[in-house]
């Protein structure tokens, strides 16, 4: 039975280094996690039998550290939870914690390995969160969007004096005392040009206008309070700019809140319109809260929709496969889907990635450890053989 008894403990401890060599040779792989094996004692009845690898312990919950790479696309979950992949060719959902991602050439948002990342879409116009599946970028241009509001901040100067010509042109500098120009653009992504012109009277400015150097004959006037704060117009103006060629007709809503009419220089602080023109796709990141963003040359960046995060009730009964991952058993519980930094989820570190947890050090002391305890277990082997050689010689 000693025979049997030792075997079973050489056994056990080749399982042990299976396990310790699997944790030092992913000592360098991104979101690995390491394993320890647990040894339980066995019994026949009441017979004892040696020992055996009852179980194997992941240690799941342990973060490994964050290293920085500068990459927009590489993203560490600092915290529970893991992304969510799923394989388009047969359908299977993996879980990582290796947050190395991809645009493919169908627009698919992928892992290193191929399997598409899983989130939620996004909601043009709002911040709810769409339907829940894999995550794309659109490929094509964005649509240019026309201007509809323009604000314009600046301190029109105390100290100008009435022009010295009495009736304004846009052509004649000595009608107006100064005048800004605005970018505007029209429902095609055209770019144009709105023209103010100020010009001080008795009652406090007159503000014409041009569109593209034509003049537009409306005359907006502004006055100001003995504080040199704006008192009308109160509301925006709506300034009807036209029909540009081959787009549709084109009104801002022009505001003045906010400036002033100090003594001293004329200045402007803001002149800026909400619109821009059409764009193409030139990058694409990940925000801290998970939101997957297209920038456009343009200049303009749209959600995409927002990367998941799954947690389980028993992290540690998941299944882990190749690829860096893992699958969910009975035991681990069904997955349970946050938004990263919302529910059991953890924030994301973007631009990093989270490194190995093993311990190198510990589990070379582990394999010393193993290295001992085999070599006891073979002179048990060794001394039996000894007493039974020794046994047949006295027979």
Sequence with gaps: MSFEIALSGINAINDQLDTISNNIANSGTYGFKSSRANFASAYAGTQPTGVQIGSLTQSIAVGGSIISTGRSLDA???????????????????????????????????????????????????????AYGDLSVPTGQVAAKASDTLQYVGNLSADWTPPSSAVFSSTDPLSFNSSAVSTVYDSLGAQHTVTQYFVKTGA????????????LGTTTALTFDTAGQLTAPAAPVALNLGTPAGAAALTVNLSYAGSTQFAGQATTTVN??????????TGVSLAADGTLLAQYSNGQKQSAGTLALATFPNEDALTAVSDTAWVSSAASGNALLFTPGSGM???????????????????LVGLMTAQRNYQANSKVISTENAMVQALMQAV
Excluded: C, M, P, W
């Excluded at 800026?272 to 796709?281: D, P, V």
């Excluded at 989820?345 to 510990?362: F, R, W």
């Design 272 to 281: 800026s319109t909400n619109g821009y023109a059409s764009g193409t796709l």
């Design 76 to 130: 560490a979950i600092q915290g529970r939870g893991f992304f969510v992949t799923r394989d388009a060719g047969s359908g299977a959902t993996q879980y990582s914690r290796v947050g190395i991602f991809n645009v493919d050439k169908d627009g698919y948002l992928t892992d290193s390995y191929g399997k598409r990342a899983q989130g939620y879409a996004a909601i043009a116009g709002s911040s709810a969160l769409g």
């Design 204 to 215: 406090g400015i007159d503000v014409h206008y041009a569109f593209d150097g034509t003049a």
């Design 345 to 363: 989820a953890g924030k994301l570190a973007t631009g990093a990635l989270e490194q190995s947890n093993v311990d190198v050090t510990s589990q």
